[in-house]
């Protein structure tokens, strides 16, 4: 399935259009918060607009898919979509002025293509000139370099029937688990997903619907905007935005993706650079939002201290204990070790993974180490230094 929407250096490229999908999407304007209005559109295929009052078919879906550089990755990704045993109705991709060949190799594996005149700039940026042209009910965004179980949507759709939630989001698990910080992800996530998630989503609120997987109401994102562009932690603005606006938020931990962490500490310092000064920008833009949601308030306390107080005993108090007063306080670095090990093996265990968990709980204490120092040092630099981070390189 394919569709040609870019600019006029990729409209020759051949397609294989489905008759079944129709190439005749056109641009809604979005304006995200902090955002200014969109001022390019590509060049379309077709002359046609939907007509004035368009109504999607329900429970329609596009996939939609911001990728820059991604020439490595798209194919997997959108051959993953293929493979769905409920496939979705359009595949967008955004391609966003790659310097590598992404937008032919997604429009040669059926995806549409949509490509901006310039960079957009970010990732939310980008989702949001895709969402543009989503023609359908549910839009459901993922990583260029994610792919998904084959029954991944099927689990995950059901809960938008059920109209209190605005989003839903799925279970993550690393593609690769090689290197010491794909193994201290893969124990992060299990860890995450199996313990924190389910209580939050009890809750009806999740911290976070991930930005890698997570499904959407089209008029929704629309009527809020977009994807926030003021924090460069979207995903995370967008979920607190959604409960502002008296929305619940499903975690679905049958539906499962599977992104590409970060193999290298290089690669993993960008990633939580973002993620940290994105957490502290939400916080400073939705704070008094907070006070009006309870159980949200609660966990975003208990983030709070885990980023900075947690982060601070670390650093300082178990050091000097140790130095001044027993080597034996170095233990208290590992005092949790049951509480995380449980969620963590169990999780494991379901998946026959049991030996690579185990195997991989040291590299979880020392990403553990690196997470918290990344949470200090963007905390500084966020509330102290007045240094916000409006630049980021890729890492999802």
Same mark, same amino acid.
């Given at each position: 399935? =394919?569709? +040609?929407?870019?600019?006029?250096?990729?409209?020759?490229?051949?397609?294989?259009? *489905? *008759? /079944?999908?129709?190439? &005749? /999407?056109? %641009?809604?304007? &979005?304006?995200? %918060?902090?955002?200014?209005?969109?001022? #390019?559109?590509?060049?379309? #295929? =077709?002359? *046609?607009? %939907?007509?004035?009052?368009?109504? %999607?078919?329900?429970g329609s879906l596009t996939v939609l898919i911001p990728a820059y550089n991604e020439a490595e990755n798209i194919a997997e990704t959108i051959q993953s979509l293929h493979a769905q045993t409920i496939k979705p109705d359009h595949i967008i991709v955004v391609d966003d002025c790659s310097k590598d060949n992404t937008g032919e190799i997604a429009r040669a594996n059926g995806a549409t293509v +949509?490509?901006? *005149?310039?960079?957009?700039?970010c990732k939310a940026s980008a989702l949001n000139y895709g969402l543009d042209y989503v023609p359908d009910e549910l839009c459901l965004a993922i990583d260029a370099d994610t792919t998904l179980a084959p029954d991944a949507i099927e689990k995950l759709l059901p809960a938008m029937s059920d109209e209190r939630f605005g989003a839903a989001c799925g279970f993550v698990l690393p593609r690769r688990v090689q290197t010491m910080w794909e193994r201290g992800r893969y124990v992060e996530y299990l860890y995450a997903f199996e313990f924190y998630k389910p209580i939050q989503d009890y809750y009806g609120r999740p911290m976070i619907a991930s930005g890698c997987f997570s499904v959407y109401r &089209?008029?929704?994102?629309?009527?809020?905007?977009?994807w926030p562009t003021r924090t460069v932690? #979207?995903?995370?603005?967008? &979920? $607190?935005?959604?409960?502002?606006d008296g929305y619940q938020v499903r975690y679905v931990p049958e539906a499962i993706c599977y992104p590409i962490e970060p193999p290298t500490f290089s690669f993993m310092q960008k990633q939580l650079t973002r993620w940290s000064s994105g957490f $502290?920008?939400?916080?400073? +833009?939705? $704070?008094?939002?907070?006070?009006? +949601?309870?159980?949200?308030?609660m966990i975003v306390a208990v983030a709070l201290w885990d980023a900075v107080f947690a982060a601070t005993i670390y650093f300082t108090l178990l050091p000097l204990l140790a130095i001044f007063i027993h080597p034996l306080f170095l233990l208290g670095y590992l005092m949790d070790l049951p509480s995380i090990a449980g969620p963590v093996l169990y999780g494991a265990y379901k998946r026959g993974e049991t030996l690579k968990a185990l195997s991989s709980i040291p590299a979880f204490y020392v990403l553990r180490f690196v997470n918290f120092y990344y949470s200090l040092k963007t905390f500084y630099l966020e509330f102290i230094a007045r240094r916000p981070l409006r630049t980021f390189e890729k890492g999802h």
């Open positions: 399935m =394919s569709a +040609v929407l870019t600019d006029p250096v990729a409209r020759d490229a051949t397609t294989n259009a *489905s *008759s /079944l999908l129709p190439t &005749t /999407l056109q %641009p809604q304007a &979005t304006t995200a %918060p902090g955002a200014a209005p969109l001022a #390019e559109r590509p060049y379309v #295929e =077709s002359a *046609s607009r %939907p007509a004035p009052g368009h109504q %999607p078919r329900k +949509v490509r901006p *005149s310039k960079n957009r700039g &089209t008029a929704d994102l629309r009527r809020i905007g977009g932690g #979207e995903d995370m603005d967008l &979920t $607190w935005t959604l409960y502002n $502290w920008q939400c916080v400073k +833009v939705h $704070w008094k939002d907070l006070l009006n +949601v309870p159980y949200l308030r």
